[in-house]
């Protein structure tokens, strides 16, 4: 099976302006989920989506939002950006909604940088 | 609210060796499960290991092991035999219930294999 893939992989952008990013989950699985990475806080939860419902949401601001749509691919959304908003956005997908523990498969992330 | 806390950034240990990383954790969750992700130069996130906190035993994957102590809320990975492959950032992790998938993360260690 091919991994989790998310594009794009690199994206420069200017404040103020908004971005979109993709995540494709391994197939089958339904449950997707997003971090931010950045060296000051870490990784952080943004949000998880399952079967196209935002089922957990962390402490992020409103202009971070995300969708899911019925083929399981995610995207995010941040408009307004600020500087702060650079960072490696990580996606995860997991075959779950049993209630058993299953292992979530990171992507390789996105790069987004704000001048 | 849950925490994880990694209180070694850095660690060094020679090739062959063997080293422990330290992770303690707070929560008032009874049954929870915890995680050691690597995170390589590469940025791709991998799974390490695993520990469902309502079994007793120590989880092991190969090289890897954990000491895993519930009423002291500790979570330590052991890597037996470092490999050069090993070097890599290595980041605990807790989850509060399957189905959750909502992972909180330590601020990372970063581990340097050397030859």
């Known amino acids: 099976k091919a991994g989790v893939t998310q594009t794009p992989r690199y994206l420069i952008k200017t404040r103020g302006q908004q971005v979109t990013l993709s995540c494709s989950p391994i197939?089958?699985?339904?449950?997707v989920s997003w971090y931010q990475q950045t060296p000051g806080q870490g990784l952080q939860f943004l949000f998880e989506?399952?079967?196209?419902?935002?089922?957990n949401k962390g402490n992020f601001p409103g202009r971070f939002s995300g969708r899911q749509f019925s083929n399981s691919r995610s995207e995010m959304n941040v408009s307004t950006l600020e500087l702060g908003d650079s960072a490696l956005y990580l996606c995860?997908?997991?075959?779950?909604?049993?209630?058993?523990?299953?292992?979530?498969?990171f992507g390789p992330g996105t790069r987004l940088t704000v001048l | 609210a849950q925490t994880v806390t990694q209180s070694q950034p850095e660690m060094s240990v020679q090739e062959a060796e063997t080293v422990t990383l330290s992770c303690t954790y707070d929560?008032?969750?009874?049954?929870?499960?915890l995680f050691w992700y690597k995170q390589p130069p590469s940025r791709q996130m991998i799974l390490v290991i695993r520990q469902e906190a309502y079994k007793q035993q120590n989880a092991t994957e190969n090289r890897f092991s954990v000491n895993f102590q519930k009423a002291a809320k500790s979570f330590s990975l052991k890597i037996s035999d470092s490999q050069l492959g090993d070097t890599a950032m290595y980041f605990c992790a807790f989850m509060k219930h399957a189905g959750s998938e909502k992972l909180v993360f330590g601020k990372g260690m970063k581990l340097t294999v050397n030859p």
């Open positions: 989506y399952f079967s196209e419902t935002q089922r």
């Open positions: 929560t008032s969750e009874n049954n929870y499960y």
């Open positions: 995860a997908s997991s075959d779950t909604g049993t209630g058993r523990l299953n292992e979530q498969f």
């Open positions: 197939s089958g699985h339904r449950s």
